[in-house]
């Protein structure tokens, strides 16, 4: 396993739509695994491909309320069912150093293939479903701060800004 670059905002990878896996093979399970290592390293909870420069449509996360604290990789996740709304914060290894309040859908369910390229299909809430929908959001392009006031966005990305700047 190798720990990967993360990409940074505003890096056009992040704003890219990640296409779909055809076939899950040796190239997504080693991305995978690297992915895992990645976010391991990084002291994260999930991570998406586009995020390490990889523009499809593979997501981990890590089951952090889960008895047996299992890490997911979830191959062309898709959201099926969601209900209910809750507020959560969230920060983003692409946006180092800043977080915010987000409203999301409190349960989903997601339907995915794992790294066998079988299909699973997850119900679930709390900070897992929190973690999905982020990294789903990363496939399509969005980036937490998307889906926050244009006031609160702004000054985020001006904090954003002063960090970028003091990196010579
Ligand atoms: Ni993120």
């Known amino acids: 396993m190798a720990k990967l670059d993360i990409k940074i905002y505003p890096d056009p990878v992040l704003r890219k739509k990640a296409r779909q896996v055809g076939r899950v093979g040796d190239d997504e399970r080693r991305l995978a695994y690297d992915m895992i290592e990645t976010m391991r390293s990084s002291n994260g909870v999930g991570l998406a491909a586009p995020q390490v420069g990889v523009s499809k449509r593979i997501i981990v ?5 889960g008895d047996k604290g299992a890490t997911l990789t979830l191959i062309n996740p898709k959201i099926t069912q969601k209900k209910g709304k809750a507020k959560f914060c969230e920060g983003c290894l692409s946006l180092p150093g800043v ?4 409203m999301r859908p409190e349960f989903i369910t997601v339907e995915a293939l794992n790294l066998d390229g079988d299909e699973l299909k997850i119900n679930t809430d709390g900070i897992l ?7 789903i959001d990363h496939l399509d392009g969005i980036v937490f701060i998307d889906k926050i006031g244009f006031l609160k966005r702004k000054k985020i990305i001006k904090q954003l800004g002063a960090k970028v700047c003091m990196k010579f």
């Open 61 to 65: 996360a890590e089951d952090v309320e």
């Open 99 to 102: 977080s915010n309040d987000v």
């Open 129 to 135: 479903a929190r973690i999905i929908q982020h990294e």
